[in-house]
């Protein structure tokens, strides 16, 4: 009975090391499949942030090389007023389209970024470091946001509207951001003219016209930033896609 009852106690004990063993298996199995889910889904997550990063870059340009030729255009028009010699009104109004009309809004993409932070998928991105960089965007993002905010606001509650008796605008090109097809008539030459040694060549639009170039260098900086932000992020992105 005694040998009986220590086999069947050995037995016993196998059984459950066995069962405990399989358990372990299994549980290692599983969370080898978890960690094998998660990082082709970490994976998925990288290449649309890599999509979006590359786009916004080019977005960033795009604007960016818009408001350079605004603010060229600003300073030979402050350097104008500065001048003596005589005006040349085609000069004036060519360079107040360019003012007023160059810039490009800054397009951003955000869908896989709203997404990793909406759906929790932020903590599949194993990387500190990129994820210390992804969770800075709204910072940069505002930041930029709030010149673009400032310029627009001066430039045509301000700016503009102190161009009625200064300038001739209807002589101005039409945007060429407007479509090709709209069927719209065009608008002719206006028939009055303007001396514009006298309406700009005075101190008090000098400081208008020096203040919105001052506004276009707000945002020229926002948007060196801004892309400088973007590019180190993405090449940290790129070192982890697989």
């Known amino acids: 009975?005694?040998?009986?009852?220590?086999?069947?106690?050995?037995?016993?004990?196998?059984?459950?090391?066995?069962?405990?063993?399989g358990i372990l298996i299994a549980l290692q199995i599983n969370n080898w499949n978890n960690n094998r889910i998660e990082a082709l889904s970490e994976q998925t997550t990288l290449k649309s942030l890599q999509i979006d990063f590359k786009t916004n870059i080019n977005n960033v340009n795009d604007a960016y090389n818009s408001f350079m030729e605004a603010y060229e255009a600003s300073v030979s028009l402050l350097e104008i007023i500065k001048d003596d010699n005589s005006i040349d009104a085609?000069?004036?109004?060519?360079?107040?389209?360019?003012?007023?009309?160059?810039?490009?809004?800054?397009?951003?993409?955000?869908?896989?970024?709203?997404?990793i932070f909406n759906t929790g998928s932020f903590n599949l991105i194993r990387d500190p470091n990129l994820r210390k960089q992804l969770s800075n965007w709204?910072?940069?993002?505002t930041d930029t946001e709030d010149d673009i905010v400032i310029y627009r606001n001066y430039l045509f509650e301000f700016f503009i509207p102190s161009l009625t008796d200064k300038a001739i605008l209807r002589?101005?090109?039409?945007?060429a951001y407007f479509e090709d097809d709209l069927g719209l008539r065009n608008i002719t030459q206006s028939r009055f003219k303007i001396d514009y040694n006298k309406?700009?060549?005075?101190?008090?639009?000098?400081n208008e016209v020096y203040n919105n170039t001052l506004n276009?260098?707000?945002?020229?900086?926002?948007y060196k930033v801004f892309?400088?932000?973007?590019t180190n992020t993405l090449k940290r992105i790129e070192s982890n896609i697989k």
């Open 227 to 230: 892309k400088s932000y973007l």
């Open 90 to 115: 085609s000069e004036i109004e060519h360079l107040l389209d360019d003012i007023i009309n160059k810039t490009k809004s800054l397009d951003i993409i955000t869908g896989s970024l709203d997404e």
């Open 138 to 141: 709204s910072y940069y993002l």
């Open 1 to 21: 009975m005694e040998n009986k009852t220590s086999k069947y106690f050995k037995y016993a004990i196998g059984e459950i090391v066995l069962v405990v063993i």
């Open 216 to 222: 276009y260098m707000y945002v020229l900086n926002s």
């Open 171 to 175: 002589n101005m090109k039409v945007p």
């Open 199 to 206: 309406t700009i060549r005075t101190i008090e639009f000098e």
